[in-house]
């Protein structure tokens, strides 16, 4: 079975770049699924991760009572 990643600002600039870099890297996309953090998961960016086979879910880190994959 495959770990999970989670990667918090995965829609942004740094959490696209480290996402990109497991997904194209033959050892680590198949080591790692990836569960990438974002407080809307209905934006493009947010979509075209899932269409990369992301899981997205939806937690605002800077609410201290939102949880991810809860
Ligand atoms: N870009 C660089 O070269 C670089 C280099 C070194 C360090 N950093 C640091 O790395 C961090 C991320 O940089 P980045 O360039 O990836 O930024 P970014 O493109 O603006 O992305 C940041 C992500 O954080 C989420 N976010 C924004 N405001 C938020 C808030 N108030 N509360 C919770 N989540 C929020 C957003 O995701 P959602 O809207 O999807 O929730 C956004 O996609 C920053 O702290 C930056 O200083 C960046």
């Known amino acids: ?3 999970i ?3 918090f600002g995965a829609t942004g600039n740094q959490g696209r770049s480290v996402i990109q870099h497991i997904i194209s890297d033959v050892k680590l996309s198949k080591e790692f699924r990836i569960r990438g953090v974002t407080r809307d998961t209905s934006k493009p960016t ?3 991760l899932e269409g990369q086979g992301v899981t997205l879910v939806k937690a605002c880190p800077s ?3 939102s949880k991810a994959g809860k």
């Open 46 to 48: 947010s979509k075209a």
């Open 1 to 3: 079975m495959s770990k």
């Open 63 to 65: 609410i201290k009572k």
């Open 5 to 7: 990643i989670t990667v």
